[in-house]
């Protein structure tokens, strides 16, 4: 009899472990029930509005929420604080240069100073952005100048239950049509590479191409919002056709071959705390950025930022595209939607990069969606086991009536759990299904909520809530 085969790499194995230990701790703080209805009620049921500290398990975002490790700690003391030709501008412009081969390499301090200083570069009279999603900051950004930002998903993408593998791909049919309508109001083309809004989806490296081959054909640059860069490579990897045995680095390549420049928020996968960057090709729009740069930010060999943190980025662009490390970091996404698929709780499928996004009007049928149900799960969440999630519904992406009436509602209603990056491990993940089950299983007792006091602008942030 033959003896069955052995698996002989870890990665093999049915269990995908953190690929790193732990070397410095920062303590939970392990809360009571009753002291989290008082937290949250002086919070006016406004997870935003908590104490991190009153929170065990934080999945509010994954951005800059991160662990750097022992090599960026140990580049930070090489930091040079110089003002002007700093050796860690020089070292970091070098790493991004090899990665991405953009010419003009520009740190700012995080990635919406770079959104805000390309959109100026560009502004025209009647801007019109296509994007496959822009991300929030990247559409006010544009908008705020008087810009129209246009989201151009195929409807499949915003279905929830739809198992499409690259559901952040553009429409290319839709950006045609709009780079025919729009003609010279549009100034240059963006992917957001993953698809942060529709679920953390990838583009496809053919996608890619697709719309390469139309920016040609209209004369227009391309852009990248890569603040997912390598977990969308990584997706890739695992999900395209003819992928699966290039690197994820090559694939990266690729990537940024095809575009003409991009920003970067580095608080997602520059794998640090604080930072972002613009990249571009163009000489001109690289000198009028530099102006602007210099105007808001600083100067141009150091951006916003110190030199330590140019240093720490450095060596984060070259550890988040550790082979073991993604595989782990998109295992643990999937880990968990499992988990939470086998309960019957509703997500948008398939699971993505960076969070699972729980369909919250699918979990509360019996809340609409003008009260809230994404807010009724996400404080529910809390109260059972201290864990902080994100609204992304009618909260963040709706308005009131100006008539006074219900508010205008959001397309859906999502409970986004975003996972920072080396932070958490496995049994935080096994206590989050346990505190979500618990949850599902009350579900049909769980109440709306109603604003009591909101901002115009951004209400997400700061609005205070009462329970219906
Ligand atoms: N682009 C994408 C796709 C993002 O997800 C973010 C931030 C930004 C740009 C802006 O970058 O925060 O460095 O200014 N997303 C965070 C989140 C805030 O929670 O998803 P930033």
């Known amino acids: 009899m033959s003896q069955p085969s052995q698996p002989s790499q870890p990665s093999q194995r049915r269990t995908i472990i953190e690929p790193f230990r732990i070397k410095s701790v920062e303590p939970l703080a392990l809360t009571t029930r009753p002291q989290r209805e008082g937290f949250l009620a002086a919070a006016r049921y406004n997870p935003f509005l908590l104490r991190a500290d009153q929170v065990l398990i934080d999945l509010l975002t994954d951005s800059g929420t991160g662990a750097m490790s022992a090599a960026q700690w140990a580049a930070i003391m090489l930091g040079d604080e110089s003002y002007a030709g700093s050796r860690s501008f020089f070292h970091l412009e070098t790493k991004v240069r090899e990665l991405t081969g953009k010419k003009h390499v520009i740190p700012t301090h995080q990635g919406r100073a770079a959104e805000h200083i390309l959109f100026q570069v560009v502004n025209r009279e009647g801007m019109v952005v296509p994007a496959n999603s822009h991300f929030d900051t990247t559409r006010a950004n544009c908008e705020v100048l008087g810009g129209l930002a246009l989201d151009l998903l195929p409807l499949a993408s915003l279905d929830p239950s739809d198992n499409g593998l690259f559901k952040g791909d553009i429409d290319i049919e839709k950006l ?137 980025l450095a060596v984060g662009l070259e550890e988040i595209l550790d082979e073991d490390y993604l595989r782990y970091r998109i295992a643990s996404i999937r880990y968990l939607f499992e988990k939470l698929d086998a309960i019957g709780v509703p997500m948008m499928r398939p699971p993505g990069g960076h969070a699972v996004f729980i369909d919250a009007g699918a979990f509360y049928p019996h809340i609409p969606a003008w009260q809230y149900p994404g807010m009724a799960l996400t404080n529910e969440l809390y109260l059972e086991g201290g864990v902080r999630a994100v609204e992304i519904g009618t909260v963040m992406f709706g308005h009131p009536d100006p008539a006074g009436g219900h508010d205008h509602c959001a397309d859906l209603e999502l409970v986004r759990l975003a996972f920072p990056r080396r932070t958490y491990t496995q049994s935080h993940v096994d206590y989050l299904v346990e505190v979500i089950e618990s949850v599902w299983q009350r579900r049909e007792f769980a109440r709306g909520y109603r604003i009591t006091s909101q901002k115009q602008v951004l209400r997400a942030f700061t609005a205070q809530f009462d329970q219906v």
């Open 176 to 312: 045609e049509r709009v780079l025919v309508e729009y003609g010279d109001r549009v100034p240059f083309v963006l992917m957001t590479v993953t698809n942060n809004k529709a679920g953390g989806q990838p583009v496809s490296l053919a996608n890619l191409h697709a719309v390469r081959a139309l920016c040609d054909r209209f004369g227009l640059p391309l852009y990248l919002d890569a603040a997912r860069f390598a977990e969308n490579a990584w997706l890739i990897k695992e999900r395209e056709v003819g992928q699966g045995e290039r690197t994820a680095r090559d694939i990266a390549h690729e990537m940024f071959a095809l575009c003409d420049g991009f920003t970067l928020s580095a608080k997602k996968d520059g794998l640090v705390n604080i930072g972002g960057l613009l990249c571009i090709d163009n000489d001109d729009w690289a000198d009028t950025a530099r102006s602007m740069l210099i105007l808001t930010e600083g100067f141009p060999t150091y951006g916003g930022l110190a030199g330590r943190d140019l240093e720490a």
